[in-house]
C-alpha cells in the first residue's frame, strides 16, 4: 500500500510539473510579440535575407555587415538565374541526364525565389508587413478576462511556430543534401572524373568563365558558392511562406472572434445605446476584416501564385526523380517534393478556411435576437449583413481563386505529366 501511495505521488509530481511548465509557455505567448524571442529573430532573419526590415516591427536595425547581405541578395539572385540559362542553353547537349534532372529542378526554384525577392519591393508587401505588430497581431485584441481570446492567441502562436519550424527543418535538411550528395558521388566517381569520362557534380550550374567539371580547385571554388547561394534560397523560400503564414492564421482568427463577438455582444438584454455601439464595433472589425484581406491579396496574392505555378512546373519532374532516377539522389528529391507539396497543401487548405469561415457570416449575424432590437438598430445592421453575403475567396495575381479546387488540379497535373513524361523518355 505504501509503495502504490509513493507510486501515486510520484505521478502527480509530474503531472502537476508538466502542467505548470504548458502554463508557463502559454502566458508567454501571451506577451507582446515584440517582448518574444521568435519575432526577434524572425525580423532579423527577415532583413538578412531581403525580406522585410526590422524596424518595420519596431526592433532596432541589425549591423550594417548583415544589411550588406540584403543588398547582396537582390543583386546575385538575378544573376544566379541568368547565369544558369546560359549554361544550360551552351550545354545542353553535353548534360548528362542526372545532370538536366538537377538542373531543371533547380532553375524553377531559382526563379520563384528572385519573384519572392521582387514581391517585397512593391508598396502592398511594406504596407502590411508595417501593420502586423499594432494592428493584425491577434495580441492587440487580448483582454486577459476573456479565455476565449487567450485560447485563439495562443493557438495561433503554436501554429505560426509549427510552421516555420516545419518548413525551416525540411528545406535546410534538403540544402544539407544538396551540399553533401554530389560531394559523395564525386568521391565515387573518382576514377571517371580523371578520366573525363563523368563531370563533377554540383547543386547549381551556372556559366562560369573557368571549366569547374573536372579540375578539382575550380570546382572547390564553385561548390562553395553554391552552398551560399542554394542555403539562401532555402532560407528566401521557408521565411516568406512562414511570413505569408503568419498573416493566414491571424486574419483567420479575426474572423472567428468576429463570429464570437456577434454571438455574446447580443446574448444579453441591453438598451439601444448599448446595442448601437456593440452594432458599430461589430461594423468597424468587419471593415477592419475586409480591408485587412484586400491588403493581403495585394501583398501575398503573387506568392501564392508562384507558389502554384512552381508546383505544377516542377512537381512531375521531381517525382519522376524520385521513381526512375538515380537512387543516390532519390532522398534529396523527396525532402524537395515534400517541402513544396507539403507547402502547398497547407496553404491550399488555409486559405480555403478564409472562404468556409466566411460563409456563414451571415447566418451568425441573422441569429442574434433582431426583435429585441429597436428600428433604428436594426437600420445599422442591414448594410453589414448585406456585405457578409459573398464570402471572401483569396484570389492570387491573375484572378485565381486560391483553395483546394487548384490544388486537386495541380495533383492530378502532377500524375498525368509523370506518366506522359516517364512512357516519352522510355
Partial sequence: MAENKDSIKVFSDIVTKTNNKKDV?????????????????????????KMGKREWWGFSPIHNFFIWNSYLIFIVCPICLTLQVVYLYTNYNDLSFRTLGTMFSIIPATAAVVIKVLICMIPAYPQIMK????????????????????KKLIQVERHTRWITVCL??????????????????????????????????TCL??????????????????HALNVYLVGSGCCIFALFDSINFIFIFHFLSHIDILK?????????EIDDSETKERIVSVIKYHSFILSTFKDMQAAFGMNVAVNY???????????????????SNRLTYVIMMQFHMGCLILLSLALEQIRIKTEDLPLVLYNIPWENMSTSNQKLLVPILLRMQTALVFKAA?????????????????FSYYVMLKSSIE
Avoid at 578539382?216 to 564553385?222: E, G, M, Q, S, V
Wanted: hydrophobic content about 45%; overall charge negative.
Fill in 309 to 327: 505555378a512552381h508546383n505544377l512546373i516542377v512537381d512531375s519532374l521531381l517525382l519522376y526523380q524520385i521513381m526512375v532516377g538515380d537512387k
Fill in 398 to 414: 491573375g484572378g485565381l481563386a486560391a483553395g483546394v479546387h487548384p490544388l486537386a488540379s495541380i495533383l492530378k497535373s502532377t
Fill in 260 to 268: 464570437y463577438n456577434i454571438t455574446t455582444y447580443f446574448s444579453t
Fill in 25 to 49: 509557455k502559454s502566458e508567454y505567448y501571451l506577451l507582446t510579440p515584440r517582448q518574444q524571442l521568435f519575432y526577434q529573430k524572425l525580423s532579423f532573419a527577415m532583413t538578412v535575407f
Fill in 131 to 150: 501593420q502586423l505588430m499594432d494592428k493584425i497581431h491577434l495580441n492587440n485584441y487580448l483582454d486577459i478576462k476573456d479565455e476565449f481570446l487567450k
Fill in 168 to 201: 525551416s527543418a525540411f528545406i535546410l535538411f534538403d540544402w544539407l543534401l544538396w551540399i553533401f550528395v554530389p560531394l559523395m558521388n564525386n568521391i565515387k566517381n573518382k576514377e571517371l572524373i580523371e578520366n573525363g569520362t563523368v563531370r563533377m557534380e
Fill in 205 to 222: 550550374y551556372m556559366w562560369m568563365p573557368f571549366d569547374y567539371g573536372f579540375d578539382y580547385n575550380t570546382w572547390a571554388i564553385t
